[in-house]
């Protein structure tokens, strides 16, 4: 496996480890597109490219593209992010009908 940022690495190496036999591949693909993103972010910062630069930035992007479908498939839908929405301001409304905010009684410490 190719080196990854230290501090995703370890978060994410942390996160996947001990896969159940049937996470194993789905483990792998996320490490590995995220180890080709990081490459690629990381070769993208060099001050200036020669063709071997450029083949190693499309290649990650190319492996990138090929991994990311175990992302997609946890990803929200508009649809879903809008109801989620919706319910959290039902909530908010629900709870201060509940509990209505108390009439703070003026003091001169409070004046001052």
Known sequence: MRRLD?????VLLSALRNPHSFQYHDFQSALKSVS???????????????LDTLSYLASSLQT???TKEIFLESRTSKAT????DRQNQELKELIAD???????????????
């Open 98 to 112: 509940h509990h209505p905010t108390e009439v703070q009684h003026s003091t001169i410490a409070n004046r001052c």
């Open 64 to 66: 990138f593209h090929q």
């Open 6 to 10: 230290p501090p995703i690495s370890a």
């Open 36 to 50: 080709t993103l990081i490459d690629f972010s990381h070769i993208a910062q060099y001050r200036s490219h020669i």
């Open 81 to 84: 992010s809008t109801q989620a």
